[in-house]
């Protein structure tokens, strides 16, 4: 009998929620032999990653995964073996009783937020008992063996390398999406939230002596980008060149499509949660755009997150990282640290890499949730 | 007069407004699925997305057994209201240290009882305290919000500023360590805020 999993994802904002959820959904139909009921109540933000969803479908299967949308008002359904509510949304009242009711009652997790603090260690595992009378636990991604890891499905740093290794796959793929680089030219994608410190970046790369090829999926850099080329209304496809640098706008492409897009480019500029892990799978140079919060605690998370990545770089490399990734984060010029990185890119690529492999020998988060539930059992 | 000393008993809670884990301190009871469970530590942290959660340490008043566990900041809990009493430090009886209200009547708690107040906890200490009672039994002390305590041992000022931004590790007379203001030497008097364990400023020597 085939485990089930109901996972349950609320879209706040973006494509985060809807991202990893729907990104861990299939890996546990694909490798775990799952049966995975996917609750999402913004069936459009869903669309964006699977194109082929129909936004006006109660029910539908999407990669093998069942795609429900959350109604309001809830209708009761079956509870199932496991359930998931990702980001600490809110499941429906019924359903919470469902799960009580059964006569195992349901394995009840809270997937939390990706966070390099060491507090997350600490929390990662431990129940939140429930006047209910059952015990939800709290399931924390992370980036240390104490945590429940990153989401990576099997084979894909095999994938990334063997793409990585054929120059004709990248060409092909870049031809799919209309993107011709020059020979020499640096491919970068941007992928962030509004961000003062954009044009800064933008007017050093325009004004080296290296082609740029920057790679801008439609999103909320779009307006950044736009006023600093002086233009508006940019479409996908449309491409604009200003000194060494060329801007060319991408459609929003699926997650698959997005892997290969960050393993096509020398430097990943990413924002979030999802595209962030995503990068440090690519094994190239990134530059992490967090979600800001209140009172500027995300600006601890950037730092927790720094001090871990930065282990084992050269004085001088760290300082350039850091010196980029605080600028950007805080909305200021990086024209001056983006010049410092180039000093130490052979380094920061091959750091780039080593942390992806470090990375990868922990055990991805799908199999830790799986392994959490048998344990449970 | 020493309020709820005649009735030192749990009282049902007769208006039961729940109150989120944010709001629940250290030494407060919340009644869970039926079992009472005396809150021993709460750590608040932001999570992500402007949420945040408490990480608690629990013990079941009930059975005895502890536990910790995780709550979203704003999941709600049962408050049980708590007979408190006025008491002071007397003395430390392996295992346990002896307070005492102003009628003499003597309440005995182990470290695990105080938890939260242990590193506060010195010989001599004069601070009006609340013994927290449930069912009859002292389950916990509270501190004052603010306790004045003496520093028995710190670096001298490293950069002699005066303003109180600059830290340094200072330690108590228990052993306990609180980072002090730069200016600070030994044998000063402190004041410590109690809910966070932080200096507040120097004080006078208490009379």
Redesign the interface.
Known sequence: MRPTWDIFCSV?DNYGDIGVTWRLARQLVAEHDAAVRLWVDDLLAFAHLCPEADVRAAQQCRQGVDIRHWPAPWLPVEAADVVIEA??CELPTAYVAAMAQRARPSLWL?L????A?D?VG??HG????????LQKF?FFPGFRPETGGLLREAGLLERRSSFQQDPAARQAFLQRLDVTPLASARLISLFAYENLGLASWLDVLAAGSQPTHMLVPVGRALADVQAWLGVSGLAVGALQVRGALTVQVLPFVTQDDYDRLLWSCDFNAVRG?DSFVRAQWAGRPLLWHI?Q???N?HLDKLEAFLALYINGLSPAASAALTAMWQAWNHGEGVGESWLALQQVWPELTTHAEAWCLDKASQTDLAAALVQFYRNWL | MIRGLEIPYLHPNPDISMKTAQEMKPNSVALIDGQPWLIQKAEFTKSGRNSAIVKMKLRNLLTGSSTETVYKADDKLEPVILDRVAVTYSYYSEPNYVFMDEEFNQYELNKDDLESVMPFIVDGMTDVCEAVFFEGKVVSVDLPTTIVRQITYTEGSARGDTSGKVMKPAKLSNGTEVKVADFCEIDDWIEIDTRTGEYKSRAKAPV
């Open positions: 706040v980001f600490a809270n939390e937020y990706l966070s603090e507090w600490g929390c431990l129940p939140s008992m429930q006047s209910t009378g709290f949660e979600y919060q209140q009172e605690v």
